[in-house]
Structure formats: C-alpha cells, structure tokens
C-alpha cells in the first residue's frame, strides 16, 4: 500500500528523533525542493514522492554516525543532499558548520536561498572540488552522495583523509566493485555500514591508514 507524504514524514521525524524546530525548517527545505524542481532538475522525479525517506533520511543517518563533529564538508552538493539537510538538522548543534561545494552556479543559488531561509549554518562555495580541496585540511568530515566512484573520491580527498579527516560516503549496490577498483590504486581504510534507507546500499566510512 502506498505510503502517504505525511506518513512517510512523520515516521522519518520519528525515527531520527527531530525536534519540532527542526521539522519546520526541514519543512521549508522540501518546499524549496520542490518549487526549484520545477526549473533545475534538483533530484530524480520520481522520487519526489517518497523525499523524506529517499533523501532527508538519507543524510540524516550521516549525523548519526558523526555526532561530535563540527566541521563538514560536503561535495558535489546538488540539491543539497547530504550537506544542506545535515546543516540544518544539524542547526541547534553549537559551532557545526557545513561547507557545500557545488560547481552549477543555478544549484549554488538554490542553495543559498534555501540556507538562508532556514538558518542553517551552511557556506556555499560555487567552485570545482580540485580547485579548493588541499585548503580544507582539518576538517572533520568530508562526505558525497551520488557524485562519483570511490576511486575518484580518494584522488579529491586524499590530502583531507592524510590530515585526519574522515570520510562518509553514500554508495549503491556497486560499492564492492568500486572498493576492488579503489583498491589498485589507494591505500585506505574502509568500513561499508549498512544504509537505513536502502537494504541495497552502503556508507563507506573512509581513513588513511594509521588515523
């Protein structure tokens, strides 16, 4: 039986334990979704029904596996998915930062309205990943969702993950082929965690080896 928008909000608010406040800025954040989807393809159509389980719980299962950590940067940043939702639930954390790095100057503005509307605290770089990533070393979290394979994402982050920083990265049913890839070329350590919004999927927590 189809699930109902309501229902599928109300059972992500529960499982993630989100306040009332954070629920109504959440709230801005999928309207805002929705009135720029009909301009600039934010997200996969389809998908729009089932948003809060497909995409706010997806980047709020990341929080939970970094709750002590202030210091976010999050690439190829889209609609915002993880990074925009993190920043925001992520707004009654005292000093958490997210840094949102996004190359498409129209998906840049979408996120920095909707920053602004909500009051997270996010910053906004319109800027390709290679041209800005060796002067974010000490940055606690660097994470990605749907931006490339884990090979590519090691040659972005590797001065970030030798630095100490760790890395969270949403990946789909191929991640073992791209663990096997990766592994030619990096030397890294990797613990795939279940996702809890896909049986199928993985978050592949990323170190250089020895941190």
């Not at 393809?41 to 497909?54: C, I, M, Q, S």
């Not at 609609?79 to 997210?98: D, H, K, M, T």
């Not at 030798?162 to 049913?173: D, I, Q």
């Amino acid at each position: 039986m189809p699930v109902s928008e309501a229902e599928d909000r109300a059972r992500v608010l529960a499982e993630y334990g989100v306040s009332r406040e954070t629920a109504a800025r959440l709230d801005i954040y999928v309207a805002q979704l929705r009135r720029w989807q009909r301009v600039k393809n934010l997200v996969g159509p389809a998908t729009l029904d089932e948003v809060w389980t497909r995409h706010i719980a997806d980047a709020l299962q990341l929080l939970a596996l970094a709750p002590e950590a202030r210091s976010w940067l999050d690439l190829g940043s889209g609609a915002g998915i993880p990074g925009l939702v993190l920043a925001i639930a992520g707004a009654e954390r005292s000093g958490l930062e997210v840094e949102l790095v996004e190359s498409n100057g129209r998906k840049c503005a979408f996120l920095t309205e909707t920053a602004r509307l909500c009051g997270a605290p996010a910053r906004i770089s319109n800027a390709r990943i290679e041209t800005l990533i060796a002067a974010r070393s000490g940055v606690e979290i660097v994470c990605a969702r749907a931006l490339a394979p884990l090979a590519q994402l090691l040659a972005w982050t590797e001065p970030l993950l030798k630095s100490g920083t760790t890395g969270l990265f949403l990946k789909g049913r191929d991640v073992d082929a791209e663990l096997t890839d990766a592994a030619r070329e990096w030397r890294f350590t990797v613990d795939l965690l279940s996702s809890r919004t896909d049986s199928a999927a993985r978050i592949a927590r990323v170190t250089a080896p020895g941190t």
